[in-house]
C-alpha cells in the first residue's frame, strides 16, 4: 500500500516568499497522476496542478509543480496574502489517495 | 460550465446507509468523463470515496468498497453515493467531483460545495 507524505506539517512564512512544499510516495508513481490542491476554510479543495507540473484552468504561474518518481514538490514562487492555506498532494495509483497535507500560516 | 451540487440527509444513524445525490449542471454526463465522491473529517484530511464513468463502471477505495455503491442516473444527469452500515468514523464533509478528463486516474477538477453528514443516533 502506498503512502504519500507530505513536509512539512505547517509552514510559516512572508507574503512575498517562497514556498516549498514536498510530497514523497512510499513507493515509485507515475507523474502523470500526481496532482496538488489548495483549500481554504470552509471551502472545497481547488486543482492546482496536475500531471505533476500542469497548470489548472485560471491558476496562477506563480504556482509550479515539479518532481517525478517517488519525490514531487510544489513551488510558489511570491506568495501572496491569499495563498495561505492547506495543500494537499494526491496520487493515483490503483486508488487515488491524498496526502496528509501541509499548512501554509502567514509568519 | 459545469457545476456540481450535492444533496441528502445532513444526519443518519449507525448501523444504516448514507445516501447522497450530486445533481450535474453545465455538461450531460452521458457525454463521458468520471465523476466521484470524496470525504473529509472534521479537521481532518481527504478520502476518495469511489468514482464512476457514464457506463457504470466503478472504481473504489479498497478500504471501503465492501460498504460502498456509486450509481450514475443520466437521464436525471446526476450520480450517487450509497454507503451502508455508518457509524460515527463515517461523519464528514461528503463532495462530489468531475475528472478532468476520460481517465478515472485523472486529477479531479470540478468539485461541489460539499455537503455535511453526521452519524448519530
Known amino acids: 500500500e502506498i503512502v504519500l507524505t507530505q513536509s512539512p506539517g505547517t509552514l510559516s512564512l512572508s507574503p512575498g516568499e517562497r514556498a516549498t512544499l514536498s510530497c514523497r510516495a512510499s513507493?515509485?508513481?507515475?507523474?502523470?497522476?500526481v496532482a496538488w490542491y489548495q483549500q481554504k476554510p470552509g471551502q472545497a479543495p481547488r486543482l492546482l496542478i496536475y500531471?505533476?507540473?500542469s497548470r489548472a484552468t485560471g491558476i496562477p504561474d506563480r504556482f509550479s509543480g515539479s518532481g517525478s518518481g517517488t519525490d514531487f514538490t510544489l513551488t510558489i514562487s511570491r506568495l501572496e496574502p491569499e495563498d495561505f492555506a492547506v495543500y494537499y498532494c494526491?496520487?493515483?495509483?490503483?486508488?487515488?489517495?491524498f496526502g496528509q497535507g501541509t499548512k501554509l500560516e502567514i509568519k | 460550465q459545469v457545476q456540481l451540487q450535492e444533496s441528502g440527509p445532513g444526519l443518519v444513524k449507525p448501523s444504516e446507509t448514507l445516501s447522497l445525490t450530486c445533481a450535474v449542471s453545465?455538461?450531460?454526463?452521458?457525454?463521458?468523463?468520471?465523476w466521484g465522491w470524496i470525504r473529509q473529517p472534521p479537521g481532518k484530511g481527504l478520502e476518495w470515496i469511489g468514482s464512476?464513468?457514464?457506463?457504470?463502471?466503478?472504481y473504489y477505495n479498497p478500504s471501503l468498497k465492501s460498504r460502498v455503491t456509486i450509481s450514475v442516473d443520466t437521464s436525471q444527469n446526476q450520480f450517487s453515493l450509497n454507503l451502508s452500515s455508518v457509524t460515527a468514523a463515517d461523519t464528514a464533509v461528503y463532495y462530489c467531483?468531475?475528472?478532468?478528463?476520460?481517465?478515472?486516474?485523472?486529477?479531479?477538477?470540478?468539485w461541489g460545495q460539499g455537503t455535511m453528514v453526521t452519524v448519530s443516533s
Open positions: 513507493q515509485s508513481v507515475s507523474a502523470s497522476y
Open positions: 494526491q496520487q493515483q495509483y490503483g486508488s487515488s489517495l
Open positions: 467531483v468531475k475528472v478532468r478528463s476520460g481517465d478515472y486516474r485523472d486529477a479531479f477538477h470540478i
Open positions: 453545465g455538461y450531460s454526463i452521458s457525454s463521458g468523463y468520471y
Open positions: 464512476i464513468y457514464h457506463s457504470g463502471t466503478t
Open positions: 500531471g505533476a507540473s
